[in-house]
């Protein structure tokens, strides 16, 4: 397999004074956001050399980022209980509202846009409408902090991750908890849907990552790679791999049709706290309490995939895997280490400063540039990682171009009609609303009639 397919190094941002909690792109892939423990937003653009924009305003630490579907906001989760919506221009424009009584844990939007989800350390998940951040309604049967939640890709459910030891499924339209998993280990941190909304991923402080079907509410991977807490996951947007990082430094990637670990990264120099796949799936990111902001070129998504598992076979048949003992230290079939990010990286961005100037720069070493992480192939872990992992593939991708082209065109006929289906449904609520008006009224009357009588 040619290094082209491997994930390389693209760029290096530094300028938070602290760990880096959150990660977003934006959808057009101009920019990245990220929060910090610095308490500031930043926003990076991927052009070379333009300058990144630090947003000031938040009085703790910002826990979580999201870009809006439009790519025309930019939502911010704080320790300081606060949301705050930017505009992620040079003018720093944003609007905060008290969403919780305690610290908002993390932010979401919905696919359309219209909405967006908080949950915080007041064991609570709340929605609102984007447009003058309207409190719509709150979800409230965790018992404890709720770390992570998530809308669904068709906006429907809702998935959240709390303290107490479960991950609860919520229909939003009845707001109604329709079912809960219940994780005996450790805490969950992140929880991530499947693009086709039928699966969902979960990260746990024991270091497992876990895939749970949703169609029959089955666990069906379940990987133990990691060495160190799992503190976030994502899923590629061709619903083939997932993005996982961790406290032992890494980030992990997953070949979920083959059910086993893809690729282990290692840039960051302390725990990595978040990672996140682009929208188009062309690039990943990563934040870690090193204070750096890494972000990498996917590659291996861009080739046929059954090339690759061919390239992984002829590979792995050779090298006696079965047979490597991992507390050795070495690592067969180690990629090329001597590749480093294009040198418009290696120089931080000039930074414009948005708001008030609350730090002053810490006098501490900056560090170097990172050297490109070392980096394993799914058929070169090692035998302590297949041992852990068990896996149920989801299934092989063959299928004929003219079969796809029909499924996609079958889709999106059953968009429309899902959507056409919505707005009917809106329509008859009108209906029933109005119904309802004029039988009050009708009532109203007839009570006001019988009395002169």
Not at 241 to 261: M, T, V, W
Request: aromatic fraction near 8%; charged fraction near 20%.
């Amino acid at each position: 397999m040619s290094n082209l397919e491997d994930p390389t190094l693209e760029r290096h941002f530094k300028g938070h004074r602290d760990a880096v909690t959150s990660v977003s792109f934006s959808p057009n892939m101009k920019q990245l956001a990220t929060g910090s423990m610095d308490s500031c937003l930043m926003v990076w653009h991927f052009k070379p050399q333009a300058r990144a924009y630090r947003f000031v305003g938040h009085k703790d630490a910002i826990l979580s980022v999201a870009f809006s579907p439009s790519g025309s906001l930019v939502a911010s989760a704080s320790r300081d209980k606060t949301v705050r919506l930017w505009i992620p221009s040079v003018k720093g424009e944003s609007t905060v509202f008290k969403a919780h009584t305690a610290a908002v844990r993390c932010v979401d939007f919905a696919s359309d846009g219209q909405s967006l989800l908080t949950a915080s350390d007041d064991k609570t998940i709340k929605v609102w409408t984007v447009h003058r951040q309207k409190f719509q309604f709150s979800l409230s049967a965790h018992s404890n902090w709720v770390r992570s939640a998530k809308f669904s890709p068709d906006g429907r459910l809702i998935l959240s991750a709390s303290d107490d030891k479960t991950i609860r499924l919520w229909d939003r339209t009845t707001r109604e908890s329709i079912h809960t998993f219940h994780e005996y280990g450790g805490f969950v941190n992140s929880v991530a849907f499947h693009p086709d909304g039928n699966c969902f991923a979960a990260g746990t402080t024991d270091n497992i990552v876990k895939v749970w079907d949703l169609r029959v509410n089955k666990l069906i991977q379940h990987y133990q790679s990691h060495t160190g807490a799992v503190n976030s996951v994502s899923f590629h947007p061709s619903g083939n791999y997932l993005l996982s990082a961790s406290s032992d430094n890494s980030l992990k990637i997953f070949d979920l049709i083959e059910g086993r670990p893809f690729y282990t990264l290692h840039g960051h120099k302390a725990p990595v706290l978040d990672a996140a796949f682009s929208p188009s799936g062309e690039f990943f990111a990563s934040g870690g309490a090193d204070e750096q902001v890494l972000v990498w070129k996917t590659n291996f998504d861009t080739i046929n995939y059954q090339e690759v598992l061919k390239g992984q076979r002829k590979r792995s048949a050779p090298a006696q895997h079965h047979g490597h003992d991992p507390s050795s230290g070495e690592a067969p079939h180690e990629l090329d280490m001597d590749r480093a990010p294009k040198d418009h990286t290696l120089i931080p961005p000039p930074v414009v400063n948005i708001g008030p100037q609350p730090f002053h720069r810490r006098h501490s070493e900056e560090h170097g540039s990172p050297s490109l992480p070392e980096q394993r192939h799914s058929g070169e872990v090692s035998p302590s990682d297949q041992e852990k992992s068990s896996t149920v593939p989801l299934g092989e991708m063959t299928m004929s171009p003219q079969l796809a082209n029909t499924l996609e065109h079958i889709v999106s006929q059953l968009d429309i009609l899902t959507e056409t289906v919505s707005i009917l449904e809106q329509r008859l609520t009108m209906a029933e609303n109005k119904l309802r008006e004029c039988l009050d009224n009708q009532q109203k009357i007839t009570l006001q009639i019988q009395p002169s009588e």
